[in-house]
């Protein structure tokens, strides 16, 4: 983070009559950061966390956790690793009410372990959350399970869900241009997700509706099984209850692209949550646990993943977002735009094996603005991934760039390659057609 922050310091004018770094004060943050922790995780997996950072503290040392479905992978964890973490969500709530507002604000007097490039007025409504430790692989954690059961362990260097944190806050405050298609003045809130691994505790929290999910478990634990079934057969009084439900469900849209594959594997394009899924168009096309679109029809898929294949650039990474996140977002008019801004699919990156540039960054933010500044909303990216110091540091500053300036940087051409525009290689075709075609974009 200070690799990241030093440079967009170091970019001079040209970022700095634009942008301008925040600092938010973390010195009231715990009990509207730890709601909003709690909107997206269990009480029982926050009750882990806590177990384990005051075992730290009692040992004086950093604990090493096992990923619950990898005992070969681990997440490290100190006695201050939630209270950092709850920090982040308050990072991230701060920064919001100051894009939604579209005030020009003014830098808090303390000096917190968050920073953020924000577009001033006028210009795109955009921020940029500097703030670690990441977050989009913690899901929900298991209702009632015991704190140091293996269920719902933290994994992937994540300990709290910041972006989901963020977007269920949105969605469920209310908008001053209430339409049609919004719930119970809620938010329709579009959240991208381009880290290269994928979003799977995301994708974990905003699986389905609220409350059926609520209730399905509760009735799992009753009957002791682990069913996964629609949760309202045979359940009874369901028909009657579906204008309630309707008023209470949440208008959330997880669109995830990353390397397929990849750890922690899942997240094919069958993967759609609550009301899709089957793959080939197997799922229900309209009706119950559905998204609403913005022009009142019940058939969008809950989460979208665009699996793309190894070793795939910059060229399928515009692809993707021109041919997929654009025609989504176009299909359920977003009031708010987070993104998880993973920059571990960078070429430099040792973990994974995409071969993204600064160039696709810069794209990425760019676009991305442009897309909040047509549904005319905020967009906040909040940082997930990015390990190597050298490439997190030029490509946060390329987002920041593109995100400001709305500037798309000319087709990185492969070594080789020739100029021919958006022309994929056949295996990427094959990957963006699949998802185009699952879900009739």
């Known amino acids: 983070m200070r690799a990241a922050c030093s440079k967009l310091e170091s970019e001079g004018e040209e970022l700095a009559s634009i942008c301008r770094r925040i600092d938010v004060d973390l010195s009231t943050s715990s009990s509207r950061a730890r709601a909003a922790a709690e909107a997206v995780h269990s009480a029982a997996y926050l009750s882990r966390l806590e177990k384990l950072c005051e075992e730290s503290e009692k040992l004086k040392k950093p604990l090493k956790v096992a990923d619950e479905d990898d005992e070969t992978k681990f997440t490290y964890l100190t006695s201050t690793s939630l209270d950092d973490a709850l920090g982040c969500c308050e990072a991230a709530l701060a920064l919001w009410r100051q894009v939604d507002s579209g005030s020009s604000g003014s830098s808090a007097t303390t000096t917190a372990a968050a920073a953020a490039a924000a577009a001033a007025a006028p210009g795109p409504r955009a921020a940029l959350a500097?703030?670690?430790?990441?977050?989009?692989?913690?899901?929900?954690?298991?209702?009632?399970?015991?704190?140091?059961?293996?269920?719902?362990?933290?994994?992937?260097?994540?300990?709290?869900?910041?972006?989901?944190?963020?977007a269920r806050s949105i969605a469920s405050s209310s908008t001053s241009t209430p339409t049609s298609s919004s719930i119970s003045n809620g938010r329709r809130v579009l959240v991208i997700d381009w880290d290269v691994h994928v979003g799977d505790g995301t994708q974990d929290i905003f699986w389905g509706h609220p409350r059926r999910r609520r209730r399905r478990e509760a009735k799992e634990k009753e009957n002791g099984n682990g069913n996964d079934d629609d949760d309202d057969e045979g359940s009874g009084g369901v028909e009657e209850n579906d204008e309630e439900e309707e008023s209470e469900d949440e208008q959330v849209c997880v669109v995830d692209l990353h390397e397929a594959g990849a750890w922690p594997g899942g997240g094919g394009i069958e993967v759609q949550g609550e009301g899709g899924g089957g793959g080939g168009g197997g799922g229900s096309a309209c009706g119950r646990g559905k998204l609403k679109t913005r022009d009142g029809k019940n058939d969008l898929s809950r989460i979208v993943n665009v699996p793309l294949p190894s070793g795939s650039g910059d060229a399928l990474a515009r692809a993707a977002f021109e041919r997929v996140i654009s025609p989504i977002a176009d299909r359920f008019g977003p009031q708010a735009i987070v993104v998880s801004a993973g920059f571990d699919a960078h070429e430099l990156e040792p973990l994974a094996g995409l071969n993204w540039k600064d160039e696709t960054f810069q794209f990425l933010g760019a676009s991305t603005a442009a897309l909040a500044a047509k549904h005319g909303c905020g967009v906040l990216f909040v940082l997930e991934g990015g390990y190597s110091r050298r490439a997190l540091r030029s490509a946060v500053a390329a987002l920041a760039k593109?995100?400001?300036?709305?500037?798309?940087?000319?087709?990185?051409?492969?070594?080789?390659?020739?100029?021919?525009?958006?022309?994929?290689?056949?295996?990427?075709?094959?990957?963006?057609?699949?998802?185009?075609?699952?879900?009739?974009?």
């Open 130 to 166: 500097l703030v670690r430790p990441p977050g989009h692989h913690a899901g929900r954690g298991v209702e009632g399970a015991e704190p140091d059961s293996p269920e719902g362990a933290p994994s992937g260097f994540c300990l709290v869900n910041t972006a989901a944190a963020l």
């Open 402 to 441: 593109g995100a400001a300036t709305l500037e798309v940087p000319e087709l990185v051409v492969e070594e080789g390659g020739e100029e021919k525009g958006l022309v994929l290689a056949r295996e990427e075709e094959e990957a963006i057609r699949a998802v185009v075609e699952e879900h009739k974009l």
